[in-house]
């Protein structure tokens, strides 16, 4: 599992997106990004869910899924840099 730190850092460097105008990004990197933060918002519950309680094979599961769906968020924004 990767840290949380780690995800914020990975999001963080994903959304600079240096512009030559201060425009508001185009709708499929807006929704890329508005599904990117509601994973990480529940790779966070988990990891604080795994943190005090332990997480069950079924949240480990969906704690994997969503790791490997924001990875592949993060290659579909970079297709639209």
């Known amino acids: 599992m990767s840290s949380c730190g780690e995800l ?3 999001w963080n460097l ?3 997106q240096p512009s030559a105008s ?3 990004p185009p709708p499929a990197v ?3 990004a508005e599904e990117m933060d509601r994973l ?3 790779q966070i519950a988990l990891m604080k869910s795994e943190t005090f309680a332990g997480l069950t094979p079924a949240e480990l599961q969906e ?3 969503i790791g490997q769906r924001i990875h592949r968020l993060f290659a579909e924004l970079a ?3």
């Open 8 to 10: 914020l850092l990975l």
């Open 14 to 16: 994903a959304m600079q």
């Open 22 to 24: 201060p425009s508001s």
């Open 30 to 32: 807006q929704e890329i």
């Open 40 to 42: 990480f918002q529940r």
């Open 63 to 65: 704690y994997d899924e």
């Open 79 to 81: 297709r639209h840099k």
